[in-house]
């Protein structure tokens, strides 16, 4: 921290103290002269006597100590912080991210989860008025991060993200979208829903009343479908041991990607649906559909800053110059 806002300032004081002095002694130099030619030393003596050389000795003192608080005051004393709120427009998004077994399929290598993890990095990179929340979802939705401008937290908690962390099994779509809708119930404007899935949805009778919400929200669904439409064994660890995830009759199971469902809930929202194709193409569309989101304005954190002090030094520096001028110079009797 810099005591001073605008340090600079005393150099100036340095260039006005240099000329006061100047003058000072060039008047004073004139003054002994014609002390000398119109008095003796004795005579001066009985005119001037001590006690008015010592307030004339004061009052200068008090002056020139006076201008130099003045001269602090410029330079904008500073300490103690305060936080500035300033108003900023942001558009709002949910990012809503598949989290069930199937996500740990391998046609995006090394898997689906980590590709999106990736792409989440990039995008959350690229936000600058861009207010996200993230939402993990199997059968059931958790919030992972609220609706936050703070790019930080959101790529951390992105990075939190991972199969199996919630402990309800299988794949729906509609806790998701009610979820992501109640967190941008508050903002107005066009909003979005950036669905990562494979699309796979164990129970799809809800999801109509899911978009009939995120439609009255003015919420768009921007559908993001990874994973390929040939199917992918779902690998899983038994005992230490790689084996793929079968069903209860023994099957071992194949995950698809259901692009034609995605493409009808993005429709269906006013959306549109993204294939991945790479972390990084993929984060630079998402992010392209952002920005043609409604922006709202809001009083947001801005700067921390030090509070100017100018007042104390502005007060000291008018009491002492006062004081100077209130002192007497003519001979008390």
């Not at 979208?177 to 909003?191: D, F, Q, W």
């Not at 959306?271 to 998402?286: L, N, R, W």
């Amino acid at each position: 921290m810099e005591l001073f806002n605008q340090p600079s300032v005393f150099i100036y004081m340095i260039f006005a103290a240099v000329l006061l002095g100047a003058l000072w002694y060039f008047g004073a130099a004139r003054a002994e002269k014609a002390r000398k030619l119109l008095f003796s030393a004795e005579n001066y003596a009985k005119l001037v006597p001590q006690e008015l050389k010592f307030r004339r000795r004061i009052k200068d003192i008090l002056f020139l100590t006076g201008l130099f608080f003045f001269f602090a005051a410029l330079a904008g004393p500073q300490w103690g912080r305060q936080k500035i709120d300033v108003e900023a427009s942001y558009s709002q998004a949910v990012i809503a991210v598949d989290v069930s077994l199937s996500m740990q399929a391998e046609d995006v290598k090394p898997n689906r989860m980590a590709g999106a993890k990736t792409m989440l990095s990039m995008l959350i990179d690229s936000f600058a008025r861009e207010r996200a929340g993230i939402v993990a979802f199997t059968s059931r939705a958790f919030m992972q991060c609220p609706v936050t401008s703070d790019v930080g937290a959101l790529k951390s908690l992105a990075q939190g993200l991972n199969v199996n962390m919630l402990p309800v099994p299988g794949t729906e779509l509609a806790p998701a979208v009610n979820l992501a809708a109640k967190m941008l119930a508050p903002y107005p404007g066009s909003k979005a829903v950036v669905l990562i899935t494979d699309g796979e949805d164990h129970n799809p009778k809800d999801l109509q009343a899911a978009l009939k919400t995120a439609r009255e929200n003015d919420i768009k669904i921007i559908a993001v479908g990874i994973g390929s439409e040939e199917g992918e064994l779902i690998p899983v660890r038994e005992n230490g041991v790689k084996t793929y995830k079968k069903d209860k009759d023994g099957k071992t199971v194949l995950t698809k990607l259901d692009e034609k469902s995605l493409i009808g809930l993005a429709s269906a929202t006013g959306g549109v649906y993204i294939k991945f194709s790479g972390a990084q193409q993929t984060a630079e569309e998402i992010y392209r559909q952002m920005l043609m989101l409604d922006k709202s304005s809001s009083m947001v954190n801005g700067n921390v800053l030090y509070k100017n002090r100018y007042q104390i030094p502005l007060f000291i520096g008018f009491v002492l110059v006062l004081s100077s001028i209130l002192i007497a110079l003519r001979k008390v009797k």
